[in-house]
């Protein structure tokens, strides 16, 4: 007998012949192709990973399976140590494909709060523990889901690139997005047509990844940071994310988003105790703009952030604001060093 791989949910992929993993025999000759891909490259993506899970199986198929990922990933790394996994993965089955070995696990929450265009519920993904985030694949497009240049506006896309691509985790960049492509093409035609480059976007990636490769990303700490109201009945902290990475070396790394459809205000608190009493410097990394500010009031009440708007959403006041176009971008990546000609507070 004969069956198409599917989904629970989904008609079958007439591409795909189904294996069954009921059949143990079958599973040892799995990890024997994995065993022997292994020998060949550095990592592997595992499409729809999670339906050979146990469970999602007999619920498709109707047949019993023992577990197979995790005797998979133990064997293949006892002959290959750094051999890296990948699950593409859904239905909030992230953690569980983590802890059966993948290194990494998609991100599609992320990918669709973003697309909804509300700031909180983005907040609020990443207040999870860093050792799920840090095992997080994020992305704003791959062969599955449309273009990022044609799912967001270009603002958007900018503002969506700098949460996903400077949050932790792998950063999953697709062909064509750095030159802003449109078309989508299926994995198996391996051609597409001609496109041509969106120039501001390309210039947008090319700083973005300037910023990527700075060791204080590479290799610091990330940490969520609080966004506090201007002002007494200022709603519009709402519509800030903040963050920061802090390297070996002292170094800090500030990212802020307006991810919000109009201009926003909030104060920004700095965790480190360490800059009271001096000014600092913070250099806008995309603008090159530099201010100079207070080691005290970065700390308490916080740095203060103004940003004109970012995408256009429902106002908590309950009037629709449309974004209206600014040169001016709805992103800030600073970089703080101590300034070197203003006297210690």
């Not at 005797?71 to 992230?94: I, L, S």
């Not at 496109?195 to 490769?213: A, G, I, N, S, W």
């Not at 205000?265 to 410097?281: A, F, H, K, S």
């Amino acid at each position: 007998m004969l069956a198409y791989g599917r989904d629970p949910y989904f008609e079958g992929w007439p591409d795909t012949l189904q294996l069954n993993y009921g059949n143990p025999e079958l599973q040892q000759a799995m990890i024997g192709e994995l065993e022997r891909i292994a020998g060949q490259c550095d990592g592997v993506r595992c499409d729809m990973a999670m339906l050979v899970l146990p469970d999602v199986f007999e619920s498709t198929w109707g047949i019993r399976a023992e577990l197979f990922w995790p005797k998979a990933t133990e064997a293949v790394r006892r002959k290959q140590p750094n051999f890296q996994f990948m699950a593409e993965v859904y239905w909030d089955r992230e953690w569980t494909m983590q802890q059966e070995g993948f290194d990494y696990t998609y991100d599609k929450r992320l990918y669709d709060r973003l697309l909804d265009g509300h700031a909180r519920p983005v907040r609020e993904h990443f207040l999870a523990g860093l050792d799920y985030q840090n095992k997080m694949a994020r992305f704003l497009e791959n062969h599955d889901e449309p273009r990022a240049a044609t799912a967001f506006s270009p603002d958007v896309h900018e503002a969506a690139a700098v949460i996903t691509f400077l949050s932790p985790g792998l950063r999953f960049f697709h062909q064509g997005q750095f030159e802003g492509r449109k078309k989508r093409i299926s994995p198996h035609l391996c051609r597409g047509p001609e496109e041509p480059v969106d120039q501001r976007l390309k210039q947008f990636y090319d700083r973005l990844l300037t910023v990527l490769r700075q060791p204080v990303v590479r290799h610091g700490e990330w940490q969520w940071l609080e966004c506090r109201s201007a002002w007494e009945g200022n709603w519009t902290w709402d519509c800030f994310l903040a963050f920061a990475w802090q390297g070996p070396g002292g170094d800090r790394l500030l990212v802020t988003v307006n991810y919000g459809p109009n201009q926003s205000q909030c104060y920004v608190r700095l965790p480190w105790d360490e800059l009271t009493g001096r000014r600092w410097q913070v250099t806008d990394l995309f603008t090159g703009q530099i201010y100079e500010r207070s080691g005290d009031e970065m700390c308490n009440p916080g740095l203060y952030v103004d940003l004109p708007p970012g995408i256009p959403c429902p106002d908590p006041m309950g009037a629709e604001k449309l974004r209206q176009p600014l040169i001016i971008p709805n992103l800030s990546l600073p970089r703080m060093r101590e300034s070197s000609d203003v006297k210690s507070l």
